[in-house]
């Protein structure tokens, strides 16, 4: 999957060029593309990421700040899909939860971390299952440029006891 400006694409692997055998031409054609529904749907997504059953999150980095999911049945051909889920920013403190996000990852539960390098710097932290809205998260993580600096993506490590 790649994305930018109002849509985002995906290349089917067998489609692309084997290892070291050279950069996308210009004219390979993508699989799949989606657009914005007119309703925000995709508006410089920065970040993709995939949950546990295939579903496809994105965040909308421009106009109004939100991450989205894309059911994995409305992955499968070109199209204006409507989200299944949209998290719209809120403020909490006095700064907003979702501000130019451009990191997404899940952790084995479910729960959603992203990160913004917007200022003010930020992690906020959803809990599963997630659900369209205005929603706080359950932890928010507000840094400065000196403590959290403009972070640009998230991973979880693997599960210690």
Do not use: R
């Not at 949209?86 to 996000?101: C, E, K, Q, R, Y």
């Amino acid at each position: 999957m790649s994305a930018s400006g109002t849509t985002i694409v995906e290349f089917a692997a067998a489609h692309l060029p084997t290892p070291g055998s050279g950069m996308l031409t210009p004219d390979l054609m993508p699989d799949i593309t989606l657009t914005d529904n007119g309703q925000d749907s995709i508006q410089a997504p920065w970040e993709l990421a995939f949950d546990s059953m295939g579903n496809l999150w994105s965040s909308n980095a421009g106009g109004t700040f939100s991450l989205v999911e894309f059911a994995k049945a409305s992955l499968t051909a070109s199209g204006t899909p409507a989200p299944a889920v949209t998290l719209n920013t809120t403020m909490d403190m006095g700064n907003p939860t979702l501000n130019a996000t451009n990191g997404l990852c899940f952790d084995n539960l479910g729960d959603l971390a992203a990160t913004s390098s917007a200022t003010p710097f930020s992690v906020p932290f959803y809990k599963a299952p997630l659900k369209s809205g205005a929603i706080t998260p359950s932890t928010f993580i507000i840094g400065a440029a000196t403590t959290l600096n403009a972070p640009a993506g998230c991973n979880f490590g693997p599960l210690v006891n």
